[in-house]
């Protein structure tokens, strides 16, 4: 049996590269996209450094990768479907109509998608935008509707419809504001965020090169997309849609373009491993359903599809290369799911499994199933996660002390720190990094200012990065080595750019979220909140640090505040702006005391450090 761990790629297969050439129509007019306040959101010349042969600080693999994901400009599909590439960290397609043109996930930052659009307007004329869809949940294919659409949903004066899959508003919200803080800062980690673009640093992220720097937005969707077969007519082109709910994203859809030949398969199929469970850390998902959607795309649509594009990454053409490439897909999110349930149900740990599993040679030989943006390893342990949770059925995992208290003990066992260095220096040398990593971690959680125990953590670190082929697994060794040598870096929370697109109903659980439960434990107070603009009220209580709210149709005879105003006044309220122009009765001390329980979500938290 040929071992998967010793099968690699075709270098010398050039296809992808003509794949992603193919169509190219225009490059970027400018070096820099900058924003309103002359911030720039994003530099293509930060990838130049990627035109040279593979540094020995990079995996080729990766290297060959970040090559692909590095083409940025206007880009032909088919007549009629244009792609921007390399403008942000994923692709915003455009759909040409009879008056205009439909926009498809309009990239993370308004600026990018406005220079985007005015790209693709300077080679095929001022057309406008007719509608615009959301392929999925994703902030960086909704972000910058901003600069594409009006806030009002319109354009020269006409209303635009956003379409997006059912149950799209929640699940964005949820990912991007309720563990808002924690997901930013291990953002930072997986993204590179912190990194300089260079064979040393940042060399992408294997769905693009990296997320731009603008502050993204929301509308809401104005059409649900609730089916399978379900269609619309934009501007003239018939889309028919299918519902992929609990894949790559909880609300998630493909579409197809009947009468132009172009599957379009969002993030469900791309030229990578993706992810059952981001290292950001949002929900994880279900590859068995992921796999079977994968099929039912097949069945619907590959006996008339003459390319297939998506959501990042290049477009792949013809309908034999189409089907087995969405085979292949298939096969690589199936394989997973049930070969670590196969392993869990023999007794093995997710760790475990991880160790074991490997692909089949012909996934192993595919660039498309390589491991660039998910892994394997982290991919297995997720399945394991969903089905098993983190407990590994050994009684000695069930109340482990915390990392420093864990850290102290080992740290005396093997005779204190110094001892510890000199270990894990032995197994750095020896080139068993990983052990040397864990063993290095407990002697800088004991003595977090010790410069010898950082930056020889830091040189561990910086070694597994480079030998990394998954390019999130490099930004989290590279982001641990530098914050290892500099500190913490400031990631600051993003302006409130979503904010207006929430419920009430979504904002009040934000606000749950924040209460300090020990603060709150005395604290017995309501609030009757009636928004005069949405004609609906709400009665909230707080009660053993929870705070409770459900709509009502009650007036605020019991309540120990009562306040009529507008959602706009609401969140300027929680932007500190006081109660100016709102009408309230009561005793104010109870607005008050809500307000003071309430923490200020912190995403410079320490990682690598205690």
Same mark, same amino acid.
């Given at each position: 049996?040929?071992?998967?761990?010793?099968?690699?790629?075709?270098?010398?297969?050039?296809? #992808?590269?003509?794949?992603?050439?193919?169509?190219?129509?225009?490059?970027?007019?400018?070096?820099?996209?900058?924003?309103?306040?002359?911030?720039?959101? *994003?530099?293509?010349?930060?990838?130049?450094?990627?035109?040279?042969?593979?540094?020995?600080?990079?995996?080729?693999?990766?290297?060959?990768?970040?090559?692909?994901?590095?083409?940025?400009?206007?880009?032909?599909?088919?007549?009629?479907?244009?792609?921007? !590439?390399?403008?942000?960290?994923?692709?915003?397609?455009? %759909?040409?109509?009879?008056?205009?043109?439909?926009?498809?996930?309009?990239?993370?930052?308004?600026?990018?998608?406005?220079?985007?659009?005015?790209?693709?307007?300077?080679?095929?004329?001022?057309?406008?935008?007719?509608?615009?869809?959301?392929?999925?949940?994703?902030?960086?294919?909704?972000?910058? +509707?901003?600069?594409?659409?009006?806030?009002?949903?319109?354009? #020269?004066?006409?209303?635009?419809?956003?379409?997006?899959?059912?149950?799209?508003?929640?699940?964005?919200?949820?990912?991007?504001?309720?563990?808002?803080?924690?997901?930013?800062?291990?953002?930072?980690?997986?993204?590179?965020?912190?990194?300089?673009?260079?064979?040393?640093?940042?060399?992408?992220?294997?769905?693009?090169?990296?997320?731009?720097?603008?502050?993204?937005?929301?509308?809401?969707?104005?059409?649900?997309?609730?089916?399978?077969?379900?269609?619309?007519?934009?501007?003239? +082109?018939?889309?028919?849609?299918?519902?992929?709910?609990?894949?790559?994203?909880?609300?998630?859809?493909?579409?197809?373009?009947?009468?132009?030949?172009?599957?379009?398969?969002?993030?469900?199929?791309?030229?990578?491993?993706?992810?059952?469970?981001?290292?950001?850390?949002?929900?994880?998902?279900?590859?068995?359903? /992921?796999?079977?959607?994968?099929?039912?795309? %097949?069945?619907?649509?590959?006996?008339?599809?003459?390319?297939?594009?998506?959501?990042?990454? /290049?477009?792949? *053409?013809?309908?034999?290369?189409?089907?087995?490439?969405?085979?292949?897909?298939?096969?690589?999110?199936?394989? &997973?799911?049930?070969?670590?349930?196969?392993?869990?149900?023999?007794?093995?740990?997710?760790?475990?499994?991880?160790?074991? &599993?490997?692909?089949?040679?012909?996934?192993?030989?595919? /660039?498309?199933?390589?491991?660039?943006?998910?892994?394997?390893?982290?991919? +297995?342990?997720?399945?394991?996660?969903?089905?098993?949770?983190?407990? #590994?059925?050994?009684?000695?995992?069930?109340?482990?002390?915390?990392?420093?208290?864990?850290?102290?003990?080992?740290?005396?066992?093997?005779?204190?720190?110094?001892?510890?260095?000199?270990?894990?220096?032995?197994?750095?040398?020896?080139?068993?990094?990983?052990?040397?990593?864990?063993?290095?971690?407990?002697?800088?959680?004991?003595?977090?200012?010790?410069?010898?125990?950082?930056?020889?953590?830091?040189?561990?670190?910086?070694?597994?990065?480079?030998?990394?082929?998954?390019?999130? /697994?490099?930004?989290?060794?590279?982001?641990?080595?530098?914050?290892?040598?500099?500190?913490?870096?400031?990631?600051?929370?993003?302006?409130?750019?979503?904010? #207006?697109?929430?419920?009430?109903?979504?904002?009040?659980?934000?606000?749950?979220?924040?209460?300090?439960?020990?603060?709150? *434990?005395?604290?017995?107070?309501?609030?009757?909140?009636?928004?005069?603009?949405?004609?609906?009220?709400?009665?909230?209580?707080?009660?053993?640090?929870?705070?409770?709210?459900?709509?009502?149709?009650?007036?605020?005879?019991?309540?120990?505040?009562?306040?009529?105003?507008?959602?706009?006044? &609401?969140?300027?309220?929680?932007?500190?702006?006081?109660?100016?122009? +709102? !009408?309230?009765?009561?005793?104010?001390?109870?607005?008050?005391?809500?307000?003071?329980?309430?923490?200020?979500?912190?995403?410079?938290?320490?990682?690598?450090?205690?």
């Amino acid at each position: 049996m040929t071992r998967a761990a010793d099968i690699t790629p075709d270098f010398a297969d050039r296809t #992808d590269f003509e794949d992603a050439d193919r169509g190219f129509v225009a490059p970027p007019e400018a070096a820099l996209i900058t924003g309103g306040d002359g911030q720039v959101v *994003w530099n293509f010349d930060d990838t130049l450094f990627l035109d040279g042969g593979c540094p020995p600080t990079v995996h080729p693999s990766l290297w060959r990768q970040a090559q692909l994901c590095a083409r940025a400009g206007l880009y032909e599909v088919t007549e009629g479907v244009y792609q921007i !590439r390399g403008y942000d960290l994923s692709n915003m397609s455009l %759909i040409e109509g009879a008056r205009g043109v439909v926009v498809v996930d309009p990239l993370v930052s308004p600026d990018c998608a406005a220079a985007g659009l005015a790209l693709y307007r300077a080679v095929r004329g001022e057309r406008p935008v007719t509608a615009v869809i959301y392929t999925h949940s994703h902030i960086d294919h909704f972000g910058g +509707v901003r600069g594409v659409v009006n806030p009002d949903h319109s354009e #020269d004066g006409e209303g635009v419809p956003i379409v997006a899959p059912q149950g799209f508003m929640a699940h964005s919200v949820a990912e991007n504001v309720y563990a808002g803080a924690a997901m930013l800062r291990r953002g930072e980690y997986y993204s590179g965020g912190g990194l300089e673009p260079g064979p040393a640093g940042l060399v992408g992220t294997g769905l693009g090169f990296t997320a731009s720097h603008g502050t993204p937005g929301l509308l809401s969707p104005t059409v649900e997309i609730r089916h399978t077969g379900q269609e619309a007519v934009l501007d003239g +082109v018939l889309f028919r849609f299918q519902v992929t709910p609990g894949t790559e994203a909880p609300a998630e859809m493909n579409f197809m373009l009947p009468e132009r030949h172009a599957l379009c398969m969002a993030e469900n199929a791309g030229h990578n491993l993706h992810n059952i469970l981001t290292l950001r850390g949002p929900v994880v998902r279900d590859p068995r359903v /992921w796999s079977r959607y994968l099929t039912e795309a %097949i069945e619907l649509f590959a006996h008339d599809t003459d390319v297939l594009f998506a959501s990042h990454h /290049w477009p792949t *053409w013809g309908r034999d290369r189409i089907r087995t490439y969405l085979s292949e897909q298939r096969d690589l999110y199936g394989y &997973l799911h049930d070969q670590t349930l196969r392993l869990a149900n023999q007794g093995h740990t997710g760790i475990e499994i991880a160790e074991m &599993l490997e692909l089949p040679p012909a996934l192993s030989l595919a /660039w498309h199933a390589r491991g660039y943006y998910g892994s394997v390893s982290h991919n +297995v342990k997720a399945v394991y996660q969903r089905y098993m949770g983190w407990y #590994d059925g050994n009684p000695a995992s069930l109340w482990e002390h915390p990392p420093v208290e864990t850290a102290k003990r080992y740290v005396d066992c093997i005779g204190g720190v110094d001892a510890v260095l000199e270990k894990g220096r032995s197994y750095l040398e020896e080139g068993d990094l990983r052990f040397a990593a864990q063993l290095l971690k407990q002697a800088v959680f004991v003595e977090p200012d010790n410069a010898d125990a950082k930056e020889l953590l830091a040189v561990t670190f910086e070694r597994l990065g480079q030998g990394a082929e998954c390019a999130t /697994w490099r930004n989290c060794y590279l982001m641990g080595a530098q914050e290892l040598r500099t500190g913490i870096r400031s990631t600051p929370l993003p302006a409130a750019g979503m904010a #207006d697109a929430l419920t009430v109903g979504q904002i009040f659980d934000a606000i749950a979220i924040r209460v300090d439960g020990p603060r709150a *434990w005395d604290e017995n107070l309501s609030l009757h909140w009636h928004f005069t603009d949405l004609g609906e009220m709400y009665r909230m209580t707080l009660h053993n640090g929870v705070l409770v709210h459900s709509r009502t149709t009650m007036p605020a005879d019991s309540s120990d505040f009562a306040l009529s105003l507008t959602k706009p006044q &609401l969140l300027g309220l929680l932007a500190g702006k006081g109660l100016d122009g +709102v !009408r309230h009765s009561g005793d104010l001390v109870t607005l008050k005391t809500l307000l003071t329980v309430l923490d200020d979500p912190d995403p410079s938290f320490a990682v690598v450090t205690p």
